[in-house]
T-cell receptor
Framework: QQQVKQSPQSLIVQKGGISIINCAYENTAFDYFPWYQQFPGKGPALLIAIRPDVSEKKEGRFTISFNKSAKQFSLHIMDSQPGDSATYFC????????????FGAGTRLAVHP | SAVISQKPSRDICQRGTSLTIQCQVD?????MFWYRQQPGQSLTLIAT?????????ESGFVIDKFPISRPNLTFSTLTVSNMSPEDSSIYLCSVGDGFFGPGTRLTVL
């Protein structure tokens, strides 16, 4: 009930392509779904987050798609750039985010020039 | 969003010693969270720290190993006690809405 499953484990994309990372959850009490970007040696940085009252949220090249009935959400990175090469984590939380976060295992993204 | 700072940013410690990590927030927050990220792994919650009450520890983490203080609404400390090389990790504090401090990178020799 507490798990968040993330796939793929690693992803290679060509510059300009679309990177897609998927997450699935079990606990229907989760109501806050953030994505984090982490570069080596740094802490995770909040990239974008969605709440279940909307099916999609876009910020620049980053889009979250949310499917409440399937209990799945995904991160799309449009026009992927080498600077996007990092590890991405999805997470889920109750109470609108003011609660502990349950993290996915992470996806290591490499964008090749 | 809150601004979160941590001290120290990194440290190298000897086996059997203890290290206290500080987390300072620029605004008052009810709940603070401490996470551990082992090398190449995801983040795992150690405990939730509420001001004025005992911290709540997740399965696999105990107060004797990771004592936490929360003296006020802007500050918390996490101590990693009797360290072993397996404690080498990044330790992160977080507040509501998913924001994290920069982390403390701990290496235990």
């Amino acid at each position: 009930q507490q798990q968040v499953k993330q796939s793929p484990q690693s992803l290679i994309v060509q510059k300009g392509g679309i990177s897609i990372i998927n997450c699935a959850y079990e606990n229907t009490a989760f109501d806050y779904f953030p994505w984090y970007q982490q570069f080596p040696g740094k802490g995770p940085a909040l990239l974008i987050a969605i709440r279940p009252d909307v099916s999609e949220k876009k910020e620049g090249r980053f889009t979250i798609s949310f499917n409440k009935s399937a209990k799945q959400f995904s991160l799309h990175i449009m026009d992927s750039q080498p600077g996007d090469s990092a590890t991405y984590f999805c997470a889920a939380s109750k109470a609108g985010g003011y609660n502990k976060l349950i993290f996915g295992a992470g996806t290591r993204l490499a964008v090749h020039p | 969003s809150a601004v979160i700072s941590q001290k120290p940013s990194r440290d190298i410690c000897q086996r059997g010693t203890s290290l206290t990590i500080q987390c300072q927030v620029d605004s008052q927050v009810t709940m603070m969270f401490w996470y551990r990220q082992q090398p190449g792994q995801s983040l795992t919650l150690i405990a939730t720290a509420n001001q004025g009450s005992e911290a709540t520890y997740e399965s696999g983490f105990v107060i004797d190993k990771f004592p936490i203080s929360r003296p006020n609404l802007t500050f918390s400390t996490l101590t990693v006690s009797n360290m072993s090389p397996e404690d080498s990790s990044i330790y992160l504090c977080s507040v509501g809405d998913g924001f994290f401090g920069p982390g403390t990178r701990l290496t235990v020799l």
